[in-house]
């Protein structure tokens, strides 16, 4: 049986972070889920739908062919045979992504390709809903949180680092984070919350080494050594 991480949690709690720190440490994949939301996002806005719109939505999906490639150890998101990766971090896809992602149609077919990667790869998966619905049974789960503040700051000195962050400020990135975090939790299909027998970790005060440390030693009493 393939080895499943699930690391949830809401934006900015260091998922994508540690679940990398993981995975390298692991020598196995790691799986970006909202990855997959966001292409799905960039395909309906680049074919005139509006994510909000699930009649506009839902009849394009059946025409989306998504595959996971890795380049140099980088995940890609191909639809349809086209990399849509260098555009899926586009600020404005973050909430296109949360809206999208609210219609069954858009997560069943997700959630499909999810549990078939899982189930014959080794991976550490990120996402909002990994360990209470795609993955119930994984081996390991995590839910990370942090307080919107510290996520906000977060995300911003992420954008900045990457030259992205254009005109956007905190209180902006502050605001999108919180209407998120009430989308992602509020929606009726697998919603963000703590799974079953996930473990909490609050990373407000952590540095990373120290929720790498954590995450490690969950991994290691489940068994697993890296
Ligand atoms: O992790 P992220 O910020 O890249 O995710 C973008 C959006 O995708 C997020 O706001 C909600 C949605 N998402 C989801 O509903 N389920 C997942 N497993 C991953 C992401």
Redesign the pocket.
């Known amino acids: 049986m393939p080895l499943n991480i699930a690391i949830d949690g809401p ?1 900015g709690a260091g ?1 994508s972070t540690m679940a990398k720190l993981v995975a390298a440490k692991m020598g196995i994949v790691y799986l ?4 997959m ?2 292409g799905i996002a960039c395909y309906a806005l680049s074919s005139g739908a509006s994510p909000e719109k699930s009649e506009e939505v839902i009849p394009l999906l059946d025409g989306v062919k998504m595959d996971i490639s890795y380049a140099d150890g980088v995940q890609k998101v191909i639809i349809n045979g086209e990399d849509v990766t260098p555009y899926i971090r586009e600020h404005k896809i ?1 909430m296109a ?2 809206t999208i ?1 609210k219609i069954p149609e858009v997560r069943l077919k997700l959630v499909e390709l999810q549990r078939e990667i899982a189930s014959h790869t080794d991976c550490v998966l ?5 360990g209470s619905y ?1 993955l119930p049974d994984a081996d390991v789960k995590i839910y990370l949180d942090a307080r919107p503040e510290v996520r906000a700051t977060r995300r911003l000195d992420e954008l900045k680092a990457k030259g992205t962050a254009g005109e956007l400020t905190y209180e902006e990135i502050l605001a999108d984070i919180v209407a ?1 975090d009430y989308q ?1 939790t509020h929606r009726d299909f697998a919603p963000l919350k703590v799974a079953y027998g996930a473990t909490v970790i609050d990373t407000s005060d952590m540095t990373v080494e120290e929720v790498a440390e954590a995450v490690t030693e969950l991994c290691e009493k489940a068994g697993y050594r890296a």
């Open positions: 934006a998922k970006d889920t909202g990855a939301y966001r973050s992504a949360s992602s990120d996402g909002r809903d990994i795609v998120r992602d």
